[in-house]
């Protein structure tokens, strides 16, 4: 009776480890196609969390030594076309934005208790990383899809 307790027990681990992989969201699920072309000015007037984070999101469009120091790639390190910026609100706590690359235009993303991981050509982004080994009650991780046509993130997980 003990080898088919462990061969039922495996096989049950092995399907519980696949449906959990297989319910988290991926990069790859959400590929989409870089842009290769000149990138239009930045367009701050007129947009208010362009106009009151200016230096932040700039700097991250423009790729500054300094914020690639401490955030990684600035400018086309998003979804294809975008610029994703962040910046520090306080104790656990980061703002975003994102930069159309084509247009130049500012939209408002999600905020975060810790940080954000993306890629330049998926338009998956991760909000408080899996991993994070802190006591923060507020850092449990959130998967958010970038929407082409509104140009919002839709939070899916």
């Known amino acids: 009776m003990k080898p088919y307790f462990k ?3 495996t096989l049950f681990l092995i399907s519980v480890v696949k449906v959990s ?3 988290t969201p991926s990069f790859g699920n959400y590929k989409t196609k870089i842009f290769i072309g000149r990138a239009a000015k930045l367009k701050i007037k007129g947009n208010a969390l362009a106009e009151r984070y200016k230096t932040a999101i ?3 469009y423009n790729d500054d030594p300094y914020i690639r120091k401490f955030h990684g790639k600035g400018g086309l ?3 294809g076309h975008y610029c994703f910026a962040y910046w520090g609100c306080g104790s656990d706590c980061q703002q975003s934005a994102i930069v159309d690359l084509q247009t130049g235009k500012v939209y408002d993303g999600p ?3 810790r940080q954000f991981e993306y890629r330049r050509w998926s338009r998956l982004l991760i909000v408080n990383r899996p991993g994070d080994k802190s006591d923060c009650a507020v850092c449990q991780p959130e998967y958010w899809i970038l929407n ?3 140009k919002h993130f839709v939070k899916i997980k």
Do not use: L
Request: no cysteine.
């Open 148 to 150: 082409e046509q509104t």
């Open 58 to 60: 700039s700097n991250s």
């Open 77 to 79: 390190n998003f979804a």
């Open 111 to 113: 905020t975060a208790a």
């Open 21 to 23: 992989f297989a319910q």
């Open 7 to 9: 061969v039922i027990t």
